[in-house]
């Protein structure tokens, strides 16, 4: 035996993913605290009556009707909109039998927060199957603070919720070669949101890739799944949405021919987000990452910037594919030969937990945890709830951003100049800015021409009127 081979570093084997291991509550403890944040950021902000859009209040509007055995109208996207014809999302009428007990928007963020912080069970648990509790804690933190998950908590309510938890439980069985598991896991994904049937294709060819060198058969069938799951999702575009819509499917001019380089620098901005304070770009070692390339490519052809900005919640799907995209290439480097790489890919738990943390007390949502506005109610929301008290339940209400959220649980909500000749029993809006004029009962009979609206009441900006 020569010095060399002495001299150099034997792999390390690679766990034995199948054989029966302790519990451990690690996974468990690292959800139950993200829950907790989530929670505060989530509630904290309806609490504040802080909203940039209207979507908490159109997923509410479609939860409410299933939660009365009713078909998902959500009225905000115009009267008699069916929400199935929007996007493809039956998966939140799961939402409906907690709502019946708990009405409310409330009910709906702290359903997101426990859908996001159970996603932290299966990525911490994988990570420290294969790479050792500690790294396994470092990772599970890092991804549950990760920025993508964050803006998605601090963004109202999104079907992708219920995406981000089964990723990465079909992820998590990928890496254990659980194959069947890893399918099974992924199906749902056709009822979470249209794209998604693409992304569970990417999944089923990963699953193939890694069963075909010894499970041929396993490989065969995730195969059958990728095709299917496509056919799927193209029925869904083509067929299913266009059944519940009144003019097909609406985001079409979401591309717009605008091409994948538009807005150019703004869409590799975010993809290195993506990849670099979660990964170091390790995760582009491992063939899990191609589950994220169907979300990356739809958003990538858009010109839309919003599609393609670091905010909003278009990134939470991509953050437990990017995390188990690291585990699975830590794992191979840390067991290869070149030590440059397996000294680098050891240090990167730390690295991306070190950078969550950096990051979350710097320029994300949890910055907020320690300003003490975060926990209270501001004076001026309990005024303006006490004018909204006034509307009688079961009113027809049209209404913009800021009124709508303490509505929706009681009233039908049309969207402000969207009511399409349906004439509101009353007009609540956010004037603060005086966007509506200096008299807003004159914008009301714009709106609805040879009807009257007499001002009944303004708290803060926010003003009142009711159908004469």
Not at 261 to 284: F, M, N, Q, R
Not at 383 to 403: K, M, Y
Request: glycine share 8%; net charge positive; proline share 7%.
């Amino acid at each position: 035996m020569t010095s060399d081979a002495i001299a150099r570093p034997v792999p390390a084997p690679r766990a034995p993913v199948t054989a029966a291991r302790a519990w451990w509550p690690g996974p468990y403890v690292v959800a139950g605290g993200l829950f907790l944040v989530y929670l505060v950021l989530s509630v904290g902000r309806f609490r504040r009556m802080e909203w940039a859009s209207w979507d908490l209040g159109i997923f509410e509007q479609a939860i409410r009707a299933y939660a009365h055995l009713q078909e998902p109208v959500a009225d905000l996207k115009g009267p008699g909109a069916n929400i199935l014809g929007d996007h493809f999302s039956p998966v939140i009428a799961l939402l409906a039998p907690v709502y019946r007990i708990f009405p409310g928007p409330v009910t709906l963020l702290v359903a997101q927060a426990a859908l996001f912080a159970l996603s932290a069970v299966p990525v911490t648990r994988a990570a420290g199957r294969f790479l050792g509790r500690p790294r396994g804690l470092a990772v599970g933190i890092a991804y549950g603070l990760s920025w993508g998950i964050q803006r998605a908590v601090e963004f109202d309510f999104h079907e992708i919720a219920f995406a981000v938890p089964v990723l990465a439980f079909a992820l998590e069985a990928v890496l254990a070669r659980r194959w069947r598991a890893a399918l099974l896991w992924g199906l749902p994904l056709l009822l979470v949101k249209e794209d998604l049937g693409f992304t569970l294709a990417a999944l089923a060819v990963v699953v193939a890739w890694r069963a075909r060198p010894t499970h041929r058969r396993a490989a065969a069938a995730a195969l059958g799944v990728a095709v299917a799951a496509t056919v799927l999702a193209v029925l869904v575009f083509t067929v299913f949405i266009p059944a519940f819509a009144t003019a097909g499917y609406g985001y079409w001019d979401k591309i717009d021919g605008a091409g994948p380089l538009d807005g150019i620098g703004t869409k590799l901005t975010t993809l290195a987000w993506v990849l670099i304070p979660t990964s170091g770009l390790l995760a582009l070692r491992s063939p899990l990452l191609l589950v994220a390339a169907p979300t990356l490519g739809w958003r990538f052809l858009s010109g839309d910037d919003h599609y393609w900005s670091t905010d909003w919640h278009y990134s939470a799907v991509l953050m437990p594919v990017v995390a188990l995209a690291l585990v699975d290439a830590i794992d191979t480097a840390r067991r290869g030969a070149r030590p440059w790489l397996r000294a680098y890919a050891l240090q990167l738990p730390t690295a991306v937990l070190a950078a969550g943390l950096a990051l979350s007390a710097t320029s994300l949502p949890t910055e907020k945890l320690a300003q003490a506005r975060t926990y209270e109610k501001p004076a001026r929301v309990t005024a303006i709830e006490e004018l909204l008290a006034r509307i009688p339940d079961g009113a027809t209400v049209e209404a913009d951003t800021g009124p709508l959220t303490r509505l929706t649980s009681r009233c039908r909500v049309l969207w402000i100049g969207g009511s399409k000749g349906v004439v509101p029993d009353w007009i609540t809006l956010d004037n603060s800015s005086k966007w509506a004029g200096e008299d807003p009962t004159g914008y009301a009979r714009q709106l609805h021409p040879g009807e009257r609206f007499a001002l009944v009441g303004e708290a803060e900006g926010v003003v009142l009127m009711r159908h004469e």
